[in-house]
């Protein structure tokens, strides 16, 4: 990764400018969160003419230059883990023990005492749920999406599976197992929460099932909790290996003629069109009482495609 991302990591920074414009108190906020895409895979970065970037963007460009409010300068950490730990504690990796990206099997996770962004806002009065990767812990419940304070996750918890048969790979050879679940917190009665869970085959390419899975949160809660805000934490397991875009979108590049940045390519203009997909929605079911916030996790990666 690099120290320049695709949009800033330093997310309540953000929020903080984009709550104070907006029309209510507590907006829903909405934040998508995109893996290993860095400053040159975005097309309004290419400020001498975005429209001829190499890899095409049309949709996050114009919330850019047009809808948005930009950090356009910022450092993160250099991995998945440590830059995912500081977005959801808002503290530096090494304070949580977790200054590396864990591999899978790791016992690691947040520490139990650490802040925790979806408890947070939950206190604040707001729904929390998560779409994607999670990256910081599984070994044990109160290590996962829920267990840290989300009401509900969908997704894969470790660093990288394939994107449709969401297997894990020890090598491109070697698969170690299937990484795909839905949680959610069961009521109760005591003060020890207990967790519902689901795994189960998902043939579907990982953006498209993210991206529905982000809408459908948006349209449920509308019309389940009309008057609570939402906070939709949403992490895209592109544009991270391996480098699976689907067809569609990958024949959108094939004026780049290396074969590993033209996929990569592929997997950031599905993500481009997810973006409008989930701004549509956020718009039909929220209108301007809402946040829509968009970042990479920490920078391109060259060595499979990213910039």
Known sequence: GGSRAALPLCALLALSILWESSA???PSIVFVLTDDMGYADVGYNHHDNPERAPIPTPNIDRLA??????LAWHYSHSSC????AALMTGRYSFNNGLPLAMLPGSPAGLPEDS????????????????VGKWH????????????RGFESHVGFYSWSVDYYTKQIHQDPWTPMGVDWIRSWEQPSTSEEKTFGYSHYAEPRHSSEVMTAEAVDHMYRHRSQYPDQP?????AMAAAHSPLQPQPKHEAKCSHIPHLWRRQFCGLVVGVDEAMADIENA???????DAVLVFSSDNGGTPWFGGL
């Open 282 to 288: 956020m718009m039909d079911t929220f209108g301007e």
């Open 24 to 26: 209510v108190e507590t």
């Open 65 to 70: 230059r047009e809808r948005g409010t930009r």
């Open 81 to 84: 883990t440590p830059s995912r």
């Open 136 to 147: 910081l812990g599984s070994l044990a419940w109160s290590q996962t999406p829920v267990g």
């Open 230 to 234: 939402l906070f939709l934490y949403v």
């Open 115 to 130: 802040p925790s962004l979806p408890r947070l806002f939950r206190q604040a009065g707001y729904a929390a749920h998560m």
